[in-house]
DNA sequence: GCGCATATTGTGGAAATCCGCAATGTTGTG
DNA sequence: CACAACATTGCGGATTTCCACAATATGCGC
């Protein structure tokens, strides 16, 4: 399941185009004729980025791009379009596009921004397992754990915490420890840096 | 010191017109006739957005922003062109820039764009100026305490900390207690958060 | 030299946390 | 119903933190 970059173009012509100079340049391709066909074969965790034409027959590239940024794909998409115009190119770097560039290009660069939109994908998604490890231990807390949690995270003691939840002190200390090992951390300041930023 | 949107366009009769149009919608105005004279006028306190003229006598508006980008500004950019072409417009989006009109545009819209920067930029204040705060507490503190901090974040007991720094229990506890005093925490937990981010 | 900030250490007690051992009640699942 | 998971509480002791009171030493500016 390696980093890949995906061709959306109903140009079979740029498609093997495009696929022979980015695999001549070691980055591995995959082509699809439509939006729908790479539609059908996205999933969350696919890696790498898109390259997308802007104008196809059926679901047009912009509309792809929303599809996918509503299924919450972050994958780096850049634009290819023969016949741009400012306030498309602008709306979709606007909404987050890598990139959008218009045909004909300078190969150099077009191989390039691929590379770079590689690149972030790699390094959002190391973040992202980072959050999501995180959240994944959070939610192995009980209810009362992640109340506890809260509550130490403000800086609250244990006697207060106890009045708070209107429970005895034992109880907070039980909760307290419990948590700590399953977040695998020893002290409340080790916690707090654990979630710094997240959640 | 309020924010205003500073006009920067070499046409008078825009920048009469531009001006009209933002002041009749509660948006003050200063405008310059050129890239120079605004960057004569600028500091690193001035709040607001830029209106900017891509093409201009002297320096043109992507020039400016180079510049102001260089000198550390984080203002909001509304680039304005009669002649856009796409490639210029994704760099200047790339660059950072707020957004990137063609003229005649929809004067709803534009105002709409200028109120959106106003409102980031008012944003990137407050957090910027959260930042400072935290930092000048943390100048604030001797060496020691620093020193002390650190450890103290990293989640080590007093006596560890005593130990690293090859001095008794009781010298840790007083940098503690005083440096906990200088950032106004009572307990190691509100320091991480306070810090969590920054530093 | 004097004053001030900083760094250092000690004593001793109050407060809080940490933790093993033990037990009870509730809830939901097979 | 038996079992497991969770929530709850108490006891007692070890460890740690918090803090007031007190003292010594170093370096720097006037």
Redesign the pocket.
Known sequence: MSAHAYLVDDDEAIRDSLGWLLESRGVTCVSYPSAEDFLAAWSPSLAGCVLLDIRMDGMSGPELFDVLRERGSRLPVIFLTGHGDVPMAVSALKKGAFDFVEKPCNDNELVNRVIEALKLDENQRAAASGADSVNSLVSRL????QQVMDLVLAGK???VI?DE???????V??????L?EKMGVR??VELAQLLAGKR
């Open positions: 009980t209810t009362r754990e003691l244990n006697k106890a939840l209107q429970v005895s002190m034992r109880t200390e039980v909760h307290r420890a419990n700590f002290t409340a």
